[in-house]
């Protein structure tokens, strides 16, 4: 499994943490669109100011931050097929 955490800062001064593991275990198998969390698990925070904990938010309000953080997770761990 591979976890990235990223934040990114809101135009009024919160915050929001954006969390994506991938479980390369998911890619043994078939995809399957009935299945959305095949293969990656995304969660999002929002930290407003002066707020230690995060509260949970609807993830689908914050999809270019969940592809920028998954697609930055998969340039960290990519195969390098260019190796030998």
Known sequence: MA???KLFKLENGDR???EVDFHFD???YKYDKSNEHMGYR???ELIEKGK???IRVN???WIPQIQET???LWQEFK???LQA
């Open 70 to 72: 998954a697609l930055e």
């Open 3 to 5: 976890h990235k955490e």
């Open 26 to 28: 998911g890619f043994r």
């Open 79 to 81: 195969p390098n097929f």
């Open 16 to 18: 929001i943490r954006v």
């Open 59 to 61: 993830n689908a309000d």
């Open 42 to 44: 995304a969660s999002v």
């Open 52 to 54: 230690r904990k995060g």
